[in-house]
C-alpha cells in the first residue's frame, strides 16, 4: 500500500537519551521533510531533505539531525532528548521539492520526561 | 517570509449546515494546500490548490492567487467533519516547506 510509514506511533522518553523516529515512503518522493507539532505553535519545519544524499535546516533545527541515504528513509535523531521536544512529529514528502502537493504520515507522539 | 492567517479561529454548526472557511497569505504562493486534522490526529490532505476551484464531494475550495486568500466550502456538515482544519502556502524558496496557518476547529453538533 503507497504512503508514509512512521515508527514509534508514540514513545516516552527519559531526558538525555537519544532516539531516532523513523520515517519511510514508498511513493519514490524526491522531497522528505520533518515537522513538529506544537499546541499554539502549530507545524514547524525541522528538516528537509530535497533528494537523496542531501539535508537542510529548517525552522527550528536546534537538537535534531536527519540524513538521507536512500530515496524512501528520512530518519530524524534526538541525541540527548530534552522535555521542550515533547511534541508531535510529522514526516511529509513532496515528488519534487519545488512544486506539488506534499503528503503528511500518520505522526509520531513523543514525551520527553 | 509568507505569513497565513485562517479565519475564524474555532466554529460550532449544526449537522447540516454549511460553512465557509477562509485563508488570507501574505505573498505570491506556488503550493496552496488545505488540510484536515482529525480527532485521531492524522493530517488529511483535502485539496491542493495554488488557484482556481476544486470541489470533492461535499467539500469545495477557491484560491484567489491574484487578491491572496483561498476559501473552503463545507456543505451539509457531518459530525465526522469536526476537528481542525488548516490551510498551508509555500511561497519561493528552496526548502520546500509548508507555512501552516493556524487553523480552524469545527465542532459539528448532531
Known amino acids: 500500500i503507497a504512503g508514509i510509514t512512521q515508527a514509534p506511533t508514540s514513545q516516552i522518553l527519559a531526558a538525555g537519551r537519544r532516539m531516532t523516529l523513523r520515517c519511510t515512503q514508498d511513493?519514490?518522493?524526491?522531497?522528505m521533510y520533518w515537522y513538529r507539532q506544537d499546541l499554539g505553535l502549530g507545524l514547524r519545519l525541522i528538516h528537509y531533505s530535497n533528494t537523496a544524499g542531501t539535508t537542510g535546516k529548517g525552522e527550528v533545527p536546534d537538537g535534531y539531525s536527519v540524513s538521507r541515504a536512500n530515496t524512501d528513509d528520512f530518519p530524524l535523531t534526538l541525541a540527548s532528548a530534552v522535555p521542550s521536544q515533547t511534541s508531535v512529529y510529522f514526516c511529509?514528502?513532496?515528488?519534487?521539492?519545488?512544486?506539488?502537493?506534499?503528503?503528511f504520515g500518520p505522526g509520531t507522539r513523543l514525551t520527553v520526561l | 517570509g509568507i505569513q497565513v492567517e485562517q479565519s475564524p479561529p474555532d466554529l460550532i454548526l449544526q449537522e447540516g449546515a454549511n460553512s465557509t472557511l477562509r485563508c488570507n497569505f501574505s505573498d505570491s504562493v506556488n503550493n496552496l494546500q488545505w488540510f484536515h486534522q482529525n480527532p485521531w490526529g492524522q493530517l488529511i490532505n483535502l485539496f491542493y490548490i495554488p488557484s482556481g476551484t476544486k470541489q470533492n464531494g461535499r467539500l469545495s475550495a477557491t484560491t484567489v492567487a491574484t487578491e491572496r486568500y483561498s476559501l473552503l466550502y463545507i456543505s451539509s456538515s457531518q459530525t465526522t467533519d469536526s476537528g481542525v482544519y488548516f490551510c498551508a502556502a509555500h511561497g519561493s524558496g528552496n526548502t520546500g516547506k509548508l507555512i501552516f496557518g493556524q487553523g480552524t476547529t469545527l465542532q459539528v453538533k448532531p
Open positions: 511529509a514528502t513532496r515528488p519534487t521539492s519545488g512544486r506539488g502537493e506534499q503528503f
Open positions: 511513493m519514490r518522493h524526491n522531497a
